[in-house]
């Protein structure tokens, strides 16, 4: 079947402006993740969803960034007067369950290009 | 405490040389450990994971080897190949839920 979607694949904005970045997850997925990777650096999570529950938040580096998701499918990242420092590749990821043991399956990433 | 140290930056092997790549950790309620493989223009894929109660796990030329008193884990790609080459990142979870906290990647490069 198909795997995790990400669009657009890249994003040129500038300073200031904001910009919402779209996730498909593998349908029948409950989880899905965000992470931020900064050129040459590891991964960065910054939020979660599982099932119905609550979002985990707490990577979010600042107000400026917020997500959402509906239901158990597309999922929006939307930061909000985009600075410089916000340049990455942004990553979603989904798994079956949300426990540790999961395989996260990785979409291919939206490159966000701050000017 | 939610940092996992990844080393080295960077690799260069020789075909069927062997690849050794080392990470760090000192949150001991992390109890998942992937690794991930990640191609240029690709998301990260998941390779092979372990769990801290077995201290090796192999899976085909990869093993993952463990030694939870020294809180430390390594990976080891055997006959390596130019296919192999990639960014490998390790990880860690279950402190925190089930996101994953990443080591800051390895670049290998098989020689051919």
């Known amino acids: 079947g198909a795997g995790v979607s990400q669009s657009p694949s890249n994003k040129v904005t500038e300073k200031g402006k904001d910009v919402e970045l779209r996730c498909d997850p593998i349908?029948?997925?409950?989880?899905l993740y965000w992470y931020r990777q900064r050129l040459g650096q590891g991964l960065e999570f910054l939020i979660y969803?599982?099932?119905?529950?609550?979002?985990?938040k707490s990577g979010l580096p600042s107000d400026r960034f917020s997500a959402e998701r509906t239901g158990e499918s597309v999922s929006t990242l939307t930061i909000q007067r985009t600075q410089q420092e916000d340049s990455a590749v942004y990553l979603c990821a989904s798994s079956l369950v949300w426990t540790p043991l999961n395989e996260q399956f990785f979409g291919p990433g939206t490159r966000l290009t701050v000017l | 405490q939610q940092q996992v140290k990844q080393s080295p930056q960077s690799l260069i092997v020789q075909k069927g040389g062997i690849s050794i790549i080392n990470c760090a950790y000192e949150n001991t309620a992390f109890d998942y450990f992937p690794w991930y493989q990640q191609f240029p223009g690709k998301g990260p894929a998941l390779l092979i994971a372990i769990r801290p109660d077995v201290s090796e796990k192999k899976e085909g030329r990869f093993t993952i080897s463990f030694n939870k008193s020294a809180k430390q884990f390594s990976l080891h790609i055997m006959d390596s190949q130019p296919g192999d080459s990639a960014t490998y990142f390790c990880a860690a979870s279950g402190a925190y839920g089930n996101k994953l906290v990443f080591g800051a990647g390895t670049i290998l490069r098989v020689k051919s």
């Open positions: 969803f599982q099932g119905n529950s609550a979002p985990d």
């Open positions: 349908s029948g997925h409950t989880a």
